[in-house]
């Protein structure tokens, strides 16, 4: 199993940016994908963006395509979420995810390991 540890949430002004960091450590290198869900207040937890570990591929969400940005560190075993031009509904607690069983899903049954999440609010 993969551990993860997200840091990089906060409080930010509506059009304003975060990046969010995902320390892996354990298989990453078995890891299909990791991605990054989010759930916000009173919602479901739902997929933003995934990027395979070993070669760089990604796929986002409809709703944040353009304005989020996933990336990976294979020497820091670490996975980034740059979100740029935040709106106040991308308020959410957003969680790391790992051990993909496929790829391109979009389903958090398909994640085997997952963060504790870090929240992230946008103020309008």
């Known amino acids: 199993q993969v551990q993860l540890v997200e840091s990089g949430g906060g409080l930010v002004q509506a059009g304003g940016s975060l990046r969010l960091s995902c320390a892996a450590s354990?298989?990453?290198?078995?890891?299909?994908?990791m991605g990054w869900f989010r759930q916000g207040p009173g919602k479901e937890r739902e997929f933003v963006a995934a990027?395979?570990?070993?070669?760089?591929?990604?796929y986002y969400a409809d709703s944040v395509k353009g304005r989020f940005t996933i990336s990976r560190d294979n020497a820091k075993n670490t996975v980034y979420l740059q979100m740029n031009s935040l709106k106040p509904e991308d308020t959410a607690v957003y969680y790391c995810?790992?051990?993909?069983?496929?790829?391109?899903?979009?389903?958090?049954?398909?994640?085997?390991?997952w963060g504790q999440g870090t929240q992230v609010t946008v103020s309008s």
């Open positions: 354990g298989r990453t290198f078995s890891s299909v994908a």
């Open positions: 990027i395979s570990w070993n070669f760089g591929s990604t």
């Open positions: 995810a790992a051990d993909a069983t496929r790829w391109g899903t979009r389903n958090i049954r398909d994640f085997g390991s």
